[in-house]
């Protein structure tokens, strides 16, 4: 197991920080969408499998990350960073992440007003 951790390092020792990136987005499955597709996400579709399955350009999806990150590093007070899912499977990830940078996490759904209604207590 060691020797394959090995191997794989080398074969990411020439890779760009970029490129190693988008590797382990690729490993992790990030690529993968749904069979539905808007006329909004049309542009971040890279292709279509024969399954019906679209595939998603990783490349502008690490763009977009990078500058959403950029984003979150330039706000002073962690505290005014709120992250959100109202999906199942996007509760963990919100957790430990508004963890990893002292926000607030939102998972599950969420009251309407929850950012714009100044009279509710959690404003």
């Known amino acids: 197991q ?3 951790v090995l191997c794989k390092d080398f074969k990411m020792a020439n890779l760009t920080q970029k490129e190693m990136d988008i590797q382990m987005l ?3 499955g990030c690529h993968l ?3 539905n597709c808007n ?7 890279h292709t279509r499998r024969q ?3 679209y595939v998603i350009n990783l490349e502008k999806t690490w763009e977009k990350l990078q500058m959403a990150a950029r984003i979150i590093v330039a706000i002073e007070n962690p ?3 709120v992250v959100l899912s109202a999906r199942p499977y996007g509760q963990r990830a919100v957790f430990k992440f508004a963890q990893y940078i002292g926000a607030k996490s939102l998972a599950g759904r969420h009251t309407p007003g929850t950012f714009t209604n ?3 207590k959690q404003f």
């Not at 006329?39 to 579709?45: A, I, L, S």
């Open 39 to 45: 006329h909004q996400m049309e542009r971040y579709v």
């Open 118 to 120: 100044q009279i509710q």
């Open 26 to 28: 690729l490993a992790a």
């Open 2 to 4: 060691f020797l394959v």
């Open 33 to 35: 969408g749904t069979k």
């Open 51 to 53: 399954d019906g399955i």
């Open 79 to 81: 505290q005014d960073v």
